[in-house]
């Protein structure tokens, strides 16, 4: 029995299929890790966060004044974070003052990445609350903000003196959802 030859063309042509399948087995793995792990990125967590009321960014347009209550990474590593932070007035003794926030739907949520150190902001109106009638909204100061970041359920006060009106008032807080500062 004549055993088969191979052709030399052949095992060249097997050898160029072999090392083309490895060299688009390590171009697939190499696409996959330098894809931005935003799928692979963790939430961004309260206890991560440093939040913090950016009063310089102020700007006001009739009747109302805009603000940036700002989140950064403090974590050590990325993280991701969308959508609307919570956002409502206390007193000194940590009671809500009128109505939480608002959303301020004009602007598109979509997911923010934040390295270490990064930062990310939240566009908040608060509307002066000298505009309603004193039989609609009782002036009161309120002491801060309590501000839940997006999908959590633990919140940071954040210290920013301003008149609002009590419990029975109208709305007076709007917030924007996060985008990268």
């Known amino acids: ?12 042509f097997s050898t160029l299929v072999a090392t083309g399948a490895t060299l688009l087995a390590a171009a697939a793995v190499l696409a996959c890790a330098s894809v931005p792990a935003v799928a ?6 309260t206890s991560g966060l440093d939040i913090w009321f950016n009063n310089e960014a102020g700007g006001g347009t009739a009747g109302s004044i805009y603000y940036k209550i700002e ?37 598109r949520s ?23 009638p004193s039989a ?25 003196p301003f008149q609002t009106c009590s419990r029975t008032g109208p709305a007076v807080l709007a917030v924007r959802a996060l985008t990268k500062a």
């Open 1 to 12: 029995m004549k055993q088969a030859r191979r052709h030399p063309q052949l095992k060249w």
């Open 40 to 45: 692979a990125t963790q939430g961004c967590t």
């Open 136 to 160: 609609s909204c009782h002036h009161v100061t309120a002491a801060g903000l309590r501000v839940f970041p997006p999908g959590q359920t633990t919140s940071r006060f954040v210290p920013f």
């Open 71 to 107: 989140f950064t990474n403090l974590s050590g590593h990325a993280c991701g974070v969308r959508g609307f932070p919570g956002v409502s007035a206390r007193d000194l003794r940590g009671r809500k003052l009128g109505r939480a926030a608002g959303r301020d739907t004009t602007q």
């Open 110 to 132: 979509g997911l923010v990445v934040l390295a270490a150190g990064a930062t990310a902001a939240a566009t908040l109106r608060i509307v002066e609350a000298g505009n309603f």
